[in-house]
């Protein structure tokens, strides 16, 4: 049963997108020069904008702007470097947050985003020693334990990954994000119905994004629900997508019928 929801699982996992729709990105200045600083509270602010509107290319464009011109500048470190991670860039964020260590050694939020760099560029046992490190101080830090499970699971380590993933619950309660990874992690050990629940919480939330349904509608399809499986798809994905979907869901049971 493991082998097959892993490899089910491996196949179906809908990976986060680096670029949804927002402003159009443009190549980034490698310096602000001095004159240009009176724009910095507007530029400062695009920046910001962007970040929330999921173009985090041009979000980095003027955080590594900045970051370059005062390498010593911990928040454009931390914010250049979130915003390469989640534009798919991690080993940017890496090379960047490796200098603004050198200006401010041992900082618990730098090491702590260098760790999740680390984990988004898959060299995971640094990214542990990162995440670890950071957590001696920052213990309040739910996404430091989510970070912690996720690489604990790809470490092989499913029943420490769960602990973590219970204890970023237990200061974020009903977090999407950590209840749809502590399902896969629980799933991986063959407790499907748990891990159904789980996601079917994490799913009713408002925060809750199709990677939720969608593994919600894996999980179920694994169970033999197939109907309920497809209507998920259905609701997330183009017909065509879905209609794949489904045809491996309806595989999926036939394989598993005696």
Same mark, same amino acid.
């Given at each position: ?102 200006a401010h050694p041992g900082d618990p939020q730098l090491l702590a985003e ?23 101080t920052s213990t309040k830090d739910w996404t430091l334990y989510s970070a912690r499970g996720v690489t ?39 407790? !499907? ?24 509608? !894996? ?40």
């Open positions: 049963m493991r082998r097959s929801v892993h490899w089910a699982c491996a196949v179906m996992l809908l990976q986060g997108c680096a670029g949804l729709p927002g402003m159009q990105s443009k190549n980034p200045p490698t310096t602000i020069k001095q004159e240009d600083f009176s724009l910095a509270p507007y530029l400062k602010e695009v920046a910001l904008q962007s970040s929330v509107n999921h173009d985090y290319a041009a979000a980095a464009s003027f955080w590594g702007a900045v970051f370059e011109s005062d390498p010593s500048n911990r928040e454009a470190a931390l914010k250049f470097a979130s915003n390469l991670r989640y534009a798919g860039q991690p080993q940017g964020a890496i090379s960047a947050l490796n200098k603004a260590l050198v260098r760790g999740k760099a680390y984990a988004g560029a898959s060299d995971f046992a640094p990214a542990l020693a990162d995440i670890d490190e950071a957590l001696k604990l699971d790809r470490l092989a380590r499913p029943a420490d990954a769960e602990a973590a993933y219970k204890q970023a619950l237990a200061l974020s309660p009903g977090n999407p994000k950590v209840l749809n990874n502590m399902a896969l992690n629980i799933a991986l050990s063959g407790r !499907l119905d748990e891990a159904i629940a789980l996601l079917r919480t994490a799913a009713q939330h408002p925060q809750a994004n199709i990677q939720v349904r969608q593994n919600l509608s !894996l999980l179920l399809a694994m169970k033999g629900n197939v109907d309920e499986a497809g209507r998920l798809a259905r609701a997330d994905l183009s017909a065509a997508m879905s209609e794949n979907n489904i045809a491996f869901f309806r595989s999926l049971k036939a394989a598993a019928a005696p």
